[in-house]
């Protein structure tokens, strides 16, 4: 079973999200421990206070190293080995698909929330092994992007989903957009079911939605192309199904 902690100043705010839905289930049936600690607790002063003013002057607070290392250092005992710990930060790579499924073979993962004007690059310096990014813009804090990795990660828990088709043929997983999903009626406001999917014709089905992956993510992320070599198999599938969007 894997475990995921989540270092933050807001706990309760993290495991409301993670004693949800999916990932809620998943716990309670042992498929994953996700574990919140307050990172006040850890800072051994009088008002928990656990930031302070920059060095060299400048606007906002930093959050002290000392709190943190003490909180992420109460995970472990001595002699164990030490659990990957990702620091959620705008300066990190940007997280994907392939990076969850990474994520989501170690036997344990902290994640690390920061607040204010971020965390005192020491700490960094003495116990984060990455830092990851969830897009080019800044939130008040680490705990929606901590949230975010975390369920992406748990989904690739073998048992978590359903099925692995639940997951290998979304949107990424492969390289591609996923191609589009329809349920009944087969006609909605005048609009109709492609007929392919009302055939039957599981093999025809699965060339369309090859297609379609490979069209859509031509058109709307030519940049994920780079990803995929088109082989001549999908080269041919292109030119028969040119009219599948």
């Not at 990932?23 to 800072?43: H, L």
């Not at 002063?45 to 906002?60: A, C, E, F, I, L």
């Not at 000392?66 to 164990?80: H, Q, R």
Request: glycine share 6%; net charge negative.
């Amino acid at each position: 079973m894997m475990r995921i902690d989540i270092l933050t100043l807001f706990p309760e705010m993290c495991e409301t999200v993670m004693n949800e839905s999916i990932i809620g289930r998943a716990q309670k049936s042992g498929k994953v421990e996700i574990v919140c600690t307050n990172i006040r607790d850890y800072a051994n002063n009088k008002h928990n206070k656990v930031d302070d003013t920059p060095y060299g002057g400048g606007m906002g607070m930093v959050m002290a190293a000392e709190p943190i290392y003490n909180a992420y250092k109460s995970l472990y005992n001595e002699g164990e080995e030490k659990p990957h710990l990702v620091y959620l930060s705008p300066k990190g790579k940007t997280f994907n698909q392939q990076k969850a499924v990474e994520l989501s073979k170690l036997p344990r993962l902290v994640l690390l929330c920061g607040h204010y004007e971020g965390i005192d690059e020491r700490v960094i310096e003495e116990i984060v092994d990455e830092e990851i990014s969830i897009g080019d813009f800044v939130l008040t804090g680490g705990e929606l992007p901590a949230l975010a990795v975390a369920d992406a990660v748990c989904r690739m828990l073998p048992g978590v989903l359903s099925d692995e088709l639940c997951f290998s043929e979304e949107s990424h997983f492969d390289g591609l957009l996923e191609y589009p999903q329809y349920t009944r009626p087969a006609v909605w406001m005048d609009r109709q079911v492609p007929e392919v999917l009302l055939s039957g014709n599981h093999a025809n089905i699965e060339k369309w939605r090859r297609c379609k992956s490979l069209k859509i993510t031509m058109e709307k992320r030519p940049d994920m192309l780079k990803q995929e070599n088109l082989d001549e198999k999908d080269k041919k599938l292109l030119k028969k199904f040119e009219d599948c969007l």
